[in-house]
């Protein structure tokens, strides 16, 4: 049994790490509320950009663009998006048991952050590339990554492309997520079919056949092509940076849940410590109060 030198070693060590987590804390409270706050700001924005490519898809007539293109292979390119650091609980691990779901011979994987690029190189799968992003994450960034992976479309290196991530439900939950990002195809389908945490509201300005056929014919300047490549090329730079944002907005809810219960537990653990040091330390008292008595009636 420890004495109760050891027992007081061992509360002073649990104290300081409860002080430490509890400090991590508070700092994921503010880290957690600041990012969760830059995704909804994000999404009207998101819903009318998607909302607007929508209506132009209707106009163009039979122009479709090359990263709507549906190839028949299966050559996959999978962006794998995780955290920058750890201390988040199970948030990426249950992302990268998601890999396990691809074709590791057809299969390119793209890491962003940290934690993605460490175990994407443990892992033995077909890793490429990874990119690191900010917090909280930028449009440049964004842009950066979107342009790698659409010119590897184009360049006929892969047939699709995918973005797995942590879909932010809620602070105290968060699942993985896989969004299929290219081909895009017809672009009211792509936003229907994706998560609500990317499209939370449904688009406010999609327009009726009837209404579109009463409008007649858009104008495009200087052409349909150049309009609907900015357009479509914007709308994947920009839901690529709101899926970043939600990433980090799960990263730091989860920390924030994951020290949390950590403060708690060494609390309670300090609890019990220190019950057993003061029983211990009273059946010492009550031994040394017994032996003086004995001692006495003896003399």
Known sequence: MANLRDIRRRIRSVKGMS??????????????????N????????????????????????SYRHPLMEKRESDRKLVLVVGSDRGLCGSLNSNLFR???????????????????????????????????????PSLSEARMICRFVTQFFLDDEIDSA?????YFISTFKQTPFAWKFLPVGQFQEAFDSMPEAIKRTRPSLTLTAETIKDMGEFEF?????????TLLLKSLDYQLL????EVRASEHSARMV?????????EEMTGKLELTHNNLRQA????????IGAATLNS
Do not use: W
Not at 259 to 265: F, G, I, L, S, V
């Open 19 to 36: 002080k430490l987590t509890r400090a991590m804390h508070m700092v994921a409270i503010s880290k957690m509320k600041k990012a969760q």
């Open 38 to 61: 830059s995704a909804a700001l994000g999404i009207p924005y998101s819903d009318m950009l998607n909302d607007i490519l929508t209506q132009v898809t209707a106009f163009s007539g």
């Open 98 to 136: 998601e890999c396990a779901n691809y074709d590791p011979d057809s299969t390119f994987f793209v890491a962003l952050g940290s934690r993605a690029a460490q175990y994407l190189q443990k892992s033995g799968l077909n890793f490429i590339v990874d990119f690191s992003f900010g917090d909280p």
């Open 162 to 166: 995918e973005i797995i991530f942590s």
């Open 221 to 229: 300047e200087p052409d349909p092509k150049t309009v609907y490549e």
């Open 242 to 245: 709101q899926i970043l944002r």
């Open 258 to 266: 994951a020290m949390k219960q950590a403060t708690d537990n060494a």
């Open 284 to 291: 010492s008292i009550t031994k040394e109060i017994l032996e």
